[in-house]
């Protein structure tokens, strides 16, 4: 299944706990899309988060984002995991 990085800039006011309960809303819905998301990273300084997900293609993605919570991200790149 491919892998895809997806970042999301701006979120200003961004915390840990808001992180949390975003991610735990696309786990929520992501079944429905064929989407498993792996891991987030954040940056409350720059409003950043990153999400790691496997899927058919970044489009599913980016659905999951839009029906649990609204923030679709800015960018989706498909990755390779260096080994």
């Keep these: 299944m491919p892998l895809f ?4 800039k701006g979120m200003d006011g961004l915390t840990a706990e ?3 309960g975003v991610h735990m809303k696309d786990l929520e ?7 498993k ?19 058919p293609n970044k489009e599913a993605g980016e659905a999951v ?12 790149t498909e990755v390779k995991q260096g080994e």
Excluded: P
């Excluded at 819905?29 to 989407?35: E, F, I, N, Y």
């Excluded at 792996?38 to 997900?53: I, R």
């Design 37 to 55: 998301y792996l891991n987030y990273w954040f940056s409350e300084d720059q409003g950043t988060v990153y999400c790691l997900f496997e899927g």
């Design 65 to 76: 984002h839009r029906e649990a919570h609204g923030m679709v991200a800015d960018e989706i």
């Design 5 to 8: 990085m997806d970042v999301h």
């Design 29 to 35: 819905t992501q079944a429905k899309h064929g989407v």
């Design 18 to 20: 808001a992180a949390a």
